[in-house]
């Protein structure tokens, strides 16, 4: 029984490609790919369980015909095994644009591409044969977007910029009020556009403030709909 654990542990660490080690090296690619995978889709992101199992095992398989075609073919002095493999990083990125959400000049997804894009080095890590690295990079994938989350929302780490559009029954000449909010809930008003429509009698003002991604804005709406007659008031990521 020894020898035969002894015979298995060898193949799984052969330098050479093996029904085995081919089979085994393609399954723990697929489970480490999915349990990023659904920590991202416990996020709401669109890459989930599946997507980042299929880059994962997609990126070892490749790594192992980079090894197999000049163990095979052409004789390991003579072949590269880094061929096959070189393309992964560059096409993984196609896969890593599509994640991206381009909204009016902001652009959401940036973790889940960058996500995608270390599922796939851990793919190919997996595919070299570099199972404890593979397995610690999984791990360390999960710190950062587990626990480095909840630092990042408790430090209130992180500027972004909103635009509060407040439309008001009326025709206002004066916005210091709206500033002193601003000031007052420690919200950085960078500009502001205004724009009058005489015809209905209504006034639009569009504030650029640079505030803190997880913040709550409730308490900074409910004093700025008391300062005129308030129709509406939206909040978009960029004007």
């Not at 972004?160 to 002193?180: H, P």
Request: glycine residues 10%; hydrophobic residues 45%.
């Amino acid at each position: 029984m020894w020898h035969f654990f002894e015979a298995v542990y060898a193949d799984l660490n052969s330098l050479e490609v093996t029904l085995g080690n081919g089979v085994f090296k393609l399954i723990m690619s697929m489970l480490l790919g999915a349990l990023v995978g659904a920590e991202r889709k416990r996020k709401g992101q669109i890459a989930g369980v599946r997507t980042f199992a299929l880059i994962s095992m997609g990126s070892c398989l490749a790594m192992l015909l980079s090894i197999y075609v000049p163990q095979v073919y052409l004789g390991l002095k003579n072949g590269d095994p880094g061929r096959i493999a070189a393309q992964v990083i560059t096409g993984v990125g196609f896969l890593g644009g599509g994640a991206m959400i381009h909204m009016k000049g902001s652009v959401r997804g940036l973790t889940t591409a960058a996500g995608i894009w270390m599922t796939a080095a851990i793919g190919m890590a997996v595919g070299v044969g570099m199972y404890f690295c593979s397995i610690a990079a999984t791990a360390l994938i999960l710190f950062t977007l587990v626990l480095l989350e909840g630092v990042e929302q408790k430090r209130h780490m992180g500027q972004e910029n909103r635009t509060l559009r407040l439309r008001i029954n009326g025709i206002i000449d004066d916005v210091e009020t709206y500033k002193k909010i601003f000031s007052d809930h420690a919200v950085h008003l960078s500009t502001y556009f205004i724009q009058f429509d005489y015809e209905s009698g209504q006034t639009e003002i569009n504030f650029v403030v640079l505030a803190p991604s997880h913040r709550n804005y409730m308490p900074l709406f409910n004093d700025l709909r008391k300062v005129n007659d308030t129709a509406s008031l939206t909040l978009t990521n960029q004007y």
